[in-house]
T-cell receptor, first 115, second 111 residues
Framework: NAGVMQNPRHLVRRRGQEARLRCSPM?????VYWYRQLPEEGLKFMVY????????ESGMPKERFSAEFPKEGPSILRIQQVVRGDSAAYFC?????????????FGNGTRLTVT | DQQVKQNSPSLSVQEGRISILNCDYT??????FLWYKKYPAEGPTFLIS?????DKNEDGRFTVFLNKSAKHLSLHIVPSQPGDSAVYFC??????????FGTGTRLTIIP
């Protein structure tokens, strides 16, 4: 009964490169959320997706960031032309949302370091 | 605009004593609150929740109290154990079940 799987756990990119973060939700969960945690801060909502649909991207930076959750395969958070300020821990969470206020189940995160 | 606030970044408590973690919120539309616990290099894990129709919810050693008039909630852990050392986040859902989190309180249990 695997939980939310994120890979890679650690990712190092040079400024200007692309970062691609993957998230496989828990079995039976069709709702995926991405959060970002900057050092010494709480988690900030970025985007909410269902299969093949972006439901809410109000927390996404306007440029360079995109997310998808295809019909087959994991959800992908893509950051183009990374800058040092993108260094953070990125967490994915999933939910079945069959019941109101189902707690989100989080993965262990991807720690992105931009050098 | 931090709608959920945890004003104590850290707290140290002797093993066996009570740990009290506090959380304030500004949005009176919040009707449900959650506490998550986070160990280093891991994702947050759900701990306990409370609906705004209640003022208390208890689960084993963990109790959450909600004071709606003060827009304040607290998490009580008793007795505190070394394995409780972690960062605790309070959170509230807003629209589409996305969560807004506080900045966290790092709890250290002293053996």
């Amino acid at each position: 009964n695997a939980g939310v799987m994120q890979n890679p756990r650690h990712l190092v990119r040079r400024r200007g490169q692309e970062a691609r973060l993957r998230c496989s939700p828990m079995k039976g969960h069709s709702h995926v959320y991405w959060y970002r945690q900057l050092p010494e801060e709480g988690l900030k909502f970025m985007v909410y997706l269902q299969k093949e649909n972006i439901i809410d991207e109000s927390g996404m930076p306007k440029e360079r960031f995109s997310a998808e959750f295809p019909k087959e395969g994991p959800s992908i958070l893509r950051i183009q032309q990374v800058v040092r300020g993108d260094s953070a821990a990125y967490f994915c969470a999933s939910s079945p949302l069959t019941v109101d206020h189902s707690p989100l189940h989080f993965g262990n995160g991807t720690r992105l370091t931009v050098t | 605009d931090q709608q959920v606030k945890q004003n104590s970044p850290s707290l140290s408590v002797q093993e066996g004593r009570i740990s009290i973690l506090n959380c304030d919120y500004t949005n009176s539309m919040f009707d449900y609150f959650l506490w998550y616990k986070k160990y280093p290099a891991e994702g947050p894990t759900f701990l306990i929740s409370i609906s705004s129709i209640k003022d208390k919810n208890e689960d084993g050693r963990f109790t959450v109290f909600l004071n709606k008039s003060a827009k304040h909630l607290s998490l009580h852990i008793v007795p505190s154990q070394p394995g409780d050392s972690a960062v605790y986040f309070c959170a509230a859902p807003f629209g589409n079940e996305k969560l807004t989190f506080g900045t966290g309180t790092r709890l250290t249990i002293i053996p």
